[in-house]
């Protein structure tokens, strides 16, 4: 009955997304599919949103009716839209556009059950944050309503961008499956979503393009989700060589170089392949060095790891994060982006006027766009502002292109970015009252620049058709002189950055505290100097070093710059818009992109960690997402090329090289799931990652299945003695949902800035376990409202335990083998 759950999934998805169409077909009339592409992801998102904030008032609770109720609303909404559509033209769009609605479906189904069988080969709930993502999945689904409860914090709500966990469970409690089925589901889900949205996008872009220009519109959009979501970077392809001892020589000493690998200079490819493997045999986990390319180093040349992932690491990982989550929403937020691009500016509207220009402030689809750019705020908030930067750059290339520029684009930009920001936060408001973060500022980066084959190993395969796009581009501007202005701009903007990097560093390195007594100057305790001139020389002397990854990106971003740079400053549309509007809004996404990736050189954002880890993995991310559409749309239109231009004669070669180079990852990561699978010969294809004792015992098992059906109190069970994360602890409350007194405390510490709300929780745990006194032991259970105490063989090899005082004072109400749940007294919810 298991595999049902996909089947109950598509039709309910598939009928959110057809259900709310119309609404789409309202809104989105600049698009050549006016919306179709995106609509289920449009539908979970209002549908969600509703949910949310209507249980958040406490109108709605979080059960089966709650969330149909919130669904019937979204019905509505669509319905009052539908009596607004011209039903006449409806039915023309629909003969006219059959064939894209059905190659939108086949994406979407393939993409679903491709990643249903890739995930039901390796389901399992285990390792890295997946422990977490589940805690949050079951915590949602047994919160009486919004805000959830912590699973790991009892007494508080979740602090993170959890909206994405919330469509999740929604989807999950309609209907009906566990949140162990739900995960994996959830996972394949956001990836049909995507390779959905992605074709959408890429074959609105296409369609756009004038009659004569025009392409295949069901084939070759395909390349938008195989360039986001399966496309990898050059690491595979390392990995590749390297396993059959590329550029390796045994010298006579018997001693392996490679002066190509030392260059390279990644860990486990610096090795030569060991000598007793079959040559290209894999190292266990070869595919995780992939989402660790960039390097960086303290002062004193000490390592500190930077994540760099991309799609298709994600999915074979199996993580379900928030940058993951929120994929399907992001090709939402560039839909509805294009759109306003794609529309002709309204006559009456071609003069600023405050909170009046164009169609966008226009009651119905400004507050569209308020839910749509304010859930990427929810889902994962390190996107947010970066999306509606891309729709105010796409506005304001519309308008400059048309009148020229002059002070009322600058205006009309500003007055986007802040009324998205702020309307986007009012609409989302519940969420950010309760939500507390790591994030404490901007720090400079001072000595960490990335290196220039890193750069290019990381998106190389992305670098050869953006590129070859905007070098196509630059063959078709009247004016080439434009070049300089595109690249003058783009190093202004460089040199801007890396000025308030040294301003930054400045002041931060003559701020001082008093510790003990003594004068410290925390910025400069943090890299280990005494001074800022020594930290300032060594940072010279790597960005001297690593200056072909500045000189890559601000090449790209000056050529992105020179291709939309406008010919007349006197509003001339017709010099303006030599290029197609397509084009135009592809450069947009080329160019955010290259302030995604070079933003993390000179700046990131202080969190617990110190280093700019999180800021490189969330903005490279994006970045990659943006860069893949346009690579993709670029190779489209050059394969559509005159064969008389150079380009239409070389860019073919240079696909495909891109192609197998960036094909290999996946090829071999795939080829090791299947493997793997296949050699086990009990091996059965599974959705439930909890099932088959992944993580619990059978005992534990047994316990947690009970918890799920108690009513919900607060929970004891073990803590890790040293607080680490990505361990079996918390096990209890991760499946059951029950919330624990205190879980992973490292991650409690990230989500909540600091470990103040957690006070003595860790202490007074372990005393109530190793208490011999019930008086004591009372006034814990007291203090925390404690309902169930968890007592297995994980309590007792963590704590000296004393068992004997829950066994007089308390009863058993589950046994089973070496595990014990006691209850307290104390009445759950």
Do not use: C
Not at 115 to 131: D, H, N, S, V
Not at 301 to 323: A, K, W
Request: charged residues 15%.
């Amino acid at each position: 009955m298991i595999w049902l759950a996909p089947v109950f999934w598509y039709l309910l998805v598939s009928a959110v997304g057809v259900g709310v169409f119309p609404l789409a077909f309202r809104f989105f009339p600049g698009l050549p599919d006016r919306g179709f592409a995106v609509s289920r992801a449009l539908g979970l998102l209002l549908w969600g949103y509703i949910f949310w904030l209507l249980s958040s008032l406490g109108i709605l609770v979080n059960t089966t009716g709650g969330i149909v109720a919130a669904l019937l609303i979204v019905a509505a909404g669509s319905y009052l839209a539908w009596r607004k559509v011209d039903k006449a033209a409806f039915k023309t769009w629909l003969e006219e556009k059959r064939k894209t609605l059905m190659a939108v479906e086949i994406v979407f189904v393939l993409s679903f059950v491709f990643l249903l069988i890739f995930r039901g080969m390796e389901p399992a709930i285990l390792g890295t944050e997946k422990p977490m993502e589940l805690a949050f999945i079951n915590a949602i689904l047994r919160s009486p309503q919004m805000p959830p409860l912590d699973p790991w914090l009892a007494d508080y709500a979740i602090s993170y961008y959890y909206f994405g966990y919330v469509l999740v469970a929604m989807l999950a409690k309609v209907t009906g499956v566990s949140g162990g089925v739900a995960f994996n589901l959830g996972l394949s889900l956001v990836f049909a979503l995507g390779a959905a949205g992605a074709y959408g996008i890429l074959h609105n872009l296409l369609a756009a393009l004038p009659d004569e220009r025009k392409p295949n519109l069901v084939a070759l959009p395909l390349l938008g989700p195989v360039f986001v979501f399966i496309l990898s970077n050059v690491e595979g392809f390392l990995e590749f060589i390297h396993g059959r001892g590329v550029f390796w020589q045994q010298l006579p000493d018997g001693v392996w170089r490679s002066a190509f690998w030392s260059w390279v200079n990644l860990d486990n490819l610096k090795m030569p392949p060991p000598e007793n493997t079959a040559p290209g045999q894999l190292r266990h986990w070869w595919w995780w060095r992939a989402s660790r390319v960039v390097a960086d180093f303290d002062f004193y040349g000490n390592f500190r790891e930077v994540i760099d992932e991309f799609p298709f690491f994600s999915f074979l990982l199996g993580d379900l994060h928030p940058h993951v989550l929120v994929i399907p929403f992001v090709m939402l937020a560039l839909a509805f982006s294009l759109n306003m691009f794609l529309q002709p500016v309204p006559e009456e509207d071609r003069r600023f006027r405050l909170f009046r220009f164009d169609y966008l402030f226009r009651s119905e689809t400004f507050l569209l766009g308020v839910v749509i750019f304010g859930g990427l705020g929810f889902l994962n908030v390190w996107d947010f502002p970066w999306y509606v930067v891309v729709f105010a750059s796409a506005h304001l290339l519309r308008k400059s292109e048309r009148e020229g520029w002059a002070l009322d684009r600058l205006l009309e930009f500003g007055v986007i970015i802040l009324a998205f920001g702020l309307f986007g936060v009012v609409a989302y408001l519940p969420f950010y009252i309760s939500f507390s973060s790591q994030a404490g500022g901007i720090l400079p980066n001072v000595i960490n620049p990335t290196r220039g084959i890193h750069l290019w190993i990381m998106f190389g395969t992305l670098f050869l058709p953006l590129f070859s796009f905007l070098f196509y581009l630059a063959g078709g501007r009247k004016k080439p002189g434009s070049v300089v202005k595109g690249v003058g701009l783009a190093m202004a903007g460089v040199l801007l950055l890396f000025g308030v990097s040294l301003l930054l560093a400045n002041l931060l390195a003559n701020q001082t505290v008093i510790i003990g007594g003594a004068e410290v100057r925390p910025f400069l305790q943090m890299h280990g100097v005494s001074n800022l001139a020594e930290l300032l020389g060594e940072g010279i002397n790597r960005r001297r070093a690593s200056i072909f990854s500045l000189i890559t990106l601000t090449s790209l971003l000056g050529l992105a710059l020179r291709a939309v740079w406008p010919e007349s400053n006197a509003g001339d549309a017709e010099a303006n818009q030599s290029l197609p509007a397509p084009h135009r809004f592809v450069v947009v996404m080329i160019v955010v992109g290259s302030l995604l990736v070079i933003v993390p050189e000179f700046v990131y954002l202080r969190d617990l960690f110190q280093t700019r880890m999180n800021t490189v993995f969330k903005f490279y991310y994006q970045g990659w997402i943006l860069w893949a559409l346009a690579a993709a749309y670029g190779s489209a239109v050059m394969f559509q090329a005159p064969q008389k231009r150079l380009s239409g004669k070389i860019y073919p070669a240079v696909f495909v090289i891109a192609l197998l180079v960036g094909l290999t990852y996946p090829a071999m990561g795939i080829h090791t799931r299947v493997s793997t699978f296949l050699s086990n010969p009990d091996a059965k294809l599974e959705l439930d990652g909890t099932a088959n004792n992944y993580y619990l015992s059978a005992e534990e098992q047994a316990a947690v299945e009970w918890l799920i059906q108690a009513p919900t109190g607060t929970l004891a069970e073990a803590i890790h003695p040293q607080g680490g994360s990505y361990t079996h602890f918390a096990r209890i409350s991760m499946n059951s949902g029950q919330p624990a007194v205190l879980g992973w405390v490292g991650h409690e510490g990230q989500w909540r800035g600091g470990d103040e709300e957690m006070g003595s929780r860790q202490l007074d745990i372990e005393r109530l376990y190793q208490t011999a006194s019930w008086q004591d032991a009372s006034r814990i259970i007291d203090e925390y409202k404690i309902t169930y105490i968890v007592v297995g063989n994980l309590e007792r090899s963590t704590y000296a335990l004393d068992e004997d005082k829950f066994t007089r004072n308390l009863p058993a109400v589950f046994q089973q083998g070496s595990i014990t749940i006691y209850h307290t007294g104390v009445p759950g919810e």
